[in-house]
């Protein structure tokens, strides 16, 4: 019996237990090869990992923590690794211009920042989309507090005509991508 995580009771569900070892065991050894190295598994696809629902699962919220953790070291070994190929200046370069892209994004008036879902459809919330793209911006230029966390942590309402999900997902992972990079 397996205690990497603690589990939900039997009757709750919680994340399926083969699927999370099969993926850890899968990071161990793609952290364990030579940095550099092709590697399928990079902070980009942890960001993005999801488990089925099972009942008697791992608890979820301690395997979240986890993978953020996890993020976070290979994002850490990935920087390395990309500092060690371009110096210093074509590195900061590359970071540069991706916070330039999120933020010519955000600067767009607002409710116009991204497309919108038809009036029938569901999307996230204009308003708050908006109240935290206002808060990115004030992370890139004047250096206002933000943590990864509040990035990763941020929920937006359904709402019938609100932005395209997929769009402002994109832009989040682009802003934890470059707050990594930074760190």
Not at 56 to 85: K, Q, S
């Amino acid at each position: 019996m397996s205690t990497t995580f603690p589990r939900v009771r039997r009757s709750q569900r919680g994340y399926n237990i083969d699927e999370v070892e099969e993926f850890l065991e899968s990071a161990r050894v793609a952290y364990s090869a030579e940095p550099g190295s092709a590697s399928a598994l990079d902070s980009d696809a942890i960001r993005h990992t999801a488990f089925r629902i099972s009942r008697g699962g791992y608890a979820p919220d301690h395997v979240d923590r986890a993978l953020e953790r996890l993020e976070d070291a290979f994002a850490a070994r990935e920087r390395e690794t990309a500092r060690r190929r371009l110096d210093d200046a074509a590195w900061e370069a590359e970071v540069r211009e991706t916070a330039k892209q999120i933020i010519d994004r955000l600067d767009r008036p607002h409710d116009q920042k991204f497309q919108r879902m038809s009036l029938l459809s569901d999307g996230y919330d204009r308003k708050q989309v908006d109240a935290f793209a206002n808060r990115l911006l004030g992370y890139f230029r004047e250096n206002k507090p933000l943590t990864i966390d509040d990035v990763r942590a941020v929920a937006f309402r359904p709402k019938k005509g609100g932005y395209r999900e997929a769009q402002v997902d994109l832009v989040l992972d682009a802003v934890i991508g470059v707050m990594l990079a930074v760190k």
